[in-house]
């Protein structure tokens, strides 16, 4: 599996602040609700990157050798997996809504009641959140390059650089 690329990241997070933008313009000139999450999914956010952060520290016990038992490479694998949905989908909250906090941003002093744009600040924090703990819990699960293998030809990198747990 590869690593998390930077730059799909940042398309995951500008598109998706596009059309967070846009359906919210639109929101605003018909009439409808702002489509913003409710303050009660940061909880849920928050249980999803502790998981996974918990998750992800036990496969960092096992490469540092507080090693009791063998680690369960189905669990590793799912481990990184799920820290890439995590950045992912850290992504996909963060772009969304920073773009309903840069369409309700002109509206600020037109509007007594800014909880819409106080929870989509809140939001997006816990969007950065999701995307740190994933990028995190992905370093957690590679496994280092051992010094004794020979080098492959491949520039001069060790075997088993770059793999995961």
């Known amino acids: 599996m590869s690593t998390i690329r930077t730059r799909w990241l940042i398309l ?7 059309a967070g933008y846009l359906l919210s313009l639109a929101g605003t ?8 999450l409710p303050l009660s999914s940061l909880f849920t956010m ?10 992800g520290i036990r496969v960092l016990r096992w490469r540092q ?5 063998q680690l369960n490479l189905i ?6 997996v799920l820290a890439h949905a995590c950045a992912y989908a850290g992504c996909l909250l963060l772009g969304w809504h920073i773009g309903i906090l840069v369409d309700q941003l002109p509206l600020w002093s037109f509007r007594s ?5 106080f929870t989509s600040l809140a939001m997006t924090g ?32 060790p075997k088993g650089e770059g793999e995961y747990a």
Not at 12 to 18: I, K, P, Q, T
Not at 65 to 69: A, D, E, F, L, N
Not at 75 to 80: K, Y
Request: hydrophobic letters at 45%.
């Open 12 to 18: 995951v997070a500008a598109f998706s602040a596009l």
């Open 29 to 36: 000139m018909f009439g409808w609700p702002t489509p913003v």
């Open 46 to 55: 928050a249980v999803i990157a502790g998981f996974t952060l918990v998750l």
């Open 65 to 69: 050798g507080k090693r009791q038992r």
């Open 75 to 80: 669990l590793a694998a799912r481990t990184l």
């Open 113 to 117: 009641d800014h909880t819409i744009g």
């Open 126 to 157: 816990g969007g950065l959140v999701m995307i740190v703990i994933g990028l995190v819990v992905e370093r957690f699960c590679r496994i280092p390059p051992e010094d004794n293998e020979e080098s492959d030809g491949s520039g001069g990198h």
